[in-house]
């Protein structure tokens, strides 16, 4: 078992910036991919980026250029950092672990409990 703890998320500016933190404890070993996605109310949950164990990466045209992804494997943690937030950036955001880096959240086999992320304009 993987247990995923996220940041907490907050409220900001459009145009503003937040960076959220995942940590992941127990068998880090089947983390070795690490996602972030985001769901809106109403909508469904949606890809925002992920990276494997060496650091490729890949985004969401949507947030693409004002999202970065990394992560640090001494800690077992994930970073999203976001710049330039806009009001449909506005969802709950959940960090997610599997094996194999993809877009699609049914790959992933732990999550966290998703922070809220509320961009004002």
């Known amino acids: 078992q993987v247990q995923l703890v996220e940041s907490r998320g907050g409220l900001v500016q459009a145009g503003g910036s937040l960076r959220l933190s995942c940590a992941a404890s127990?068998?880090?070993?089947?983390?070795?991919?690490m996602g972030w996605f985001r769901q809106a109310p109403g909508k469904e949950r949606d890809f925002v980026a992920t990276i494997n164990w060496s650091g490729s990466t890949d985004y969401a045209d949507s947030v693409k250029g004002r999202f970065t992804i990394s992560r640090d494997n001494a800690k077992n943690t994930v970073y999203l950092q976001m710049n330039s937030l806009k009001p449909e950036d506005t969802a709950v955001y959940y960090c997610a672990a599997g094996r194999l880096t993809s877009r699609y959240s049914n790959t992933y086999d732990y999550w966290g409990q998703g922070t809220q992320v509320t961009v004002s304009s």
């Open positions: 127990g068998r880090t070993g089947s983390s070795r991919a």
